[in-house]
Nanobody, 119 residues
């Protein structure tokens, strides 16, 4: 059974930082591309960042230079370090896992974590 269990998030002030974690189980971690999506109220769910098994990363333009995605194979965990937060970063954040080189495999989702940026 695949599980993605998220932690972190919460409330931050503009300009502040938060870190999200996502611990994966039930998968061979190195075979999965790990990512983060977010959904603000009334908006669609958008990709924030992802990291491949080899460490290749990709970011949405809106977070480049402010967010950093990383993974720890020993802990089967992916992280999202969020710096220089703005109110526009307020959303529910979701961790994802996609099987590399197998587009027919399902995408797995974490349970979601609220991030609120407010003064």
């Amino acid at each position: 059974q695949v599980q993605l269990v998220q932690s972190g998030g919460g409330l931050a002030q503009p300009g502040g930082s938060l870190r999200l974690s996502c611990a994966a189980s039930g998968i061979v971690f190195s075979n999965y591309r790990m990512g983060w999506y977010r959904q603000a109220p009334g908006k669609q769910r958008d990709m924030v960042a992802y990291i491949g098994g080899s460490g290749h990363t990709n970011y949405a333009d809106s977070v480049k230079g402010r967010f950093t995605i990383s993974r720890d194979g020993a802990k089967n965990t992916v992280y999202l370090q969020m710096d220089s937060l703005t109110v526009e970063d307020t959303a529910v954040y979701y961790c994802t896992a996609d099987r590399i080189f197998n587009p027919n495999s399902p995408r797995y989702w974490g349970q979601g974590t609220q991030v609120t940026v407010s003064s």
